[in-house]
């Protein structure tokens, strides 16, 4: 009996436990969408990972590649499938273990875990072939590493360390592009906690600059990956312009409206919702009759209109952030009907999906299994705890709600529609908030460093 016990207390006995239930949970929502959720963003990666050529930097093109080299492994998009949920279920296991050995409220890391396990946009995104997966889990462990340093002294951080955060940075980067921003909050974060010396934060941001600067020029030139013509006519100057003429049409001129018609019919223009995507018109537009003659006009009207229309800009923001947080835009339905809807998958997965459109619908559990999606109450509750972290001196839990919630407030000022998956890596780290909170630090007499109480 005492073996028994002796064997079920070990921690890596705790850790594959926890790690096999996560993973097989997971599996099971890969058995539904085998051989996984393709949306077009992944069809069209896809299909450029299968060419082995023409990579465009619509998006990241550094996945792209991921998957190219994947398929010499197993020629199905089950294979980035597999990876996804392997790397989601490492984590959530260890970052469960850790916080058990420094003495976190077990019952509150039990619910954090189970919250994850069973959070249906965890399970569904990680059958999506796409970025975003990947980039909430290095944005997680990023968050995990922060927590994990405030538990070392300065002397025990090495230069190898460091570096190798410093390209953890990159990926991060180079996963999405608006995660370019923690190359610098990173390294400003290990500064202002006095984490590690100034040599340390030196030479994280430095690997970081350097590593991504290889990926966009040097890497991007030997992969010959293209601009695409879309890039050109960024999708929130689109936004803007079209928030503006919803506003006020008639400070456009003639020569404003055939420029803007040239893209897409005035109608088009008029109807325009803010909390939608609206570029989503022109992704797989034809975009030869852009020339350097259209970009400079077409620069010279926006800059006009944005510098004069600051009321506009503002509204066209905060409609966007109302409707990331609302459960109106992101709740039950919405995520699988509308955002998964698009996937193309056998039939089997067809009728899981409408299995599940049925339970958020139709039956009484409708509020419940929309809780379990997403509700405001996610984003307070980081906040809350945010305040707590910050007047209870638990800087350790200060940096890992911040490094979470930077994922969402860097977007805000260029996201350009209501996608849940812009909020996902917030989402993705908020389960384990409550039981941070129950670890007690004291400040080492030694180092700038922490210890455990």
Known sequence: MNKLKNFF?????????????????????LAAFF????????????????????YFNLQPYLYTIYLFYLRHIWDSPAIAAIIQVIVSASLVSGFSVFLLRKKANKWLVAAGYLGFVFSIPIMITNTIIHRDAGYAALVLLLSVIFVA???????EVSTTKMVLLGLLLVLIASMRYDGAFYLIFAPFLLYAFKLVNKKAVFTVLLTGLIGYFVVQVPLSNLFQIKEDRYMQVYDLETEFIAQIYHDNPNSFSASDLALMTKLTPLSRWRNFDPTEDFDYWAKYKNFNFISKD???????????????NPASIVRDRFSMVMALVSVEKINGPTIV??????????????????????????TRLGKFTDLLVWSPLFLIIQFAFLVLAIVKKKKYLTAYILIGLASFIVIIPIVTSSQFRYIYPLYYSSFFVPALYTIKLTKSKKTTGFYQK
């Open 9 to 29: 207390s070990n921690w890596y006995v705790i850790g594959f436990i926890l790690f096999a239930f996560c993973l097989v949970i997971q599996l099971l929502w």
């Open 35 to 54: 051989p996984g959720a393709m949306t077009p963003d992944s069809i069209s990666l896809w299909k450029q990972s299968v060419l082995g050529s023409g």
């Open 149 to 155: 340093l405030f538990f070392q002294k300065q002397e």
């Open 294 to 308: 259209f970009r400079k006009e077409w620069n010279q009207m926006f800059f006009s209109k944005f510098w004069t």
């Open 337 to 362: 009907a509308n955002d998964i809807g698009l996937m193309q998958r056998p039939l089997t997965s067809w009728q899981f999906r409408g299995q599940l459109n049925r339970l958020f619908h139709d």
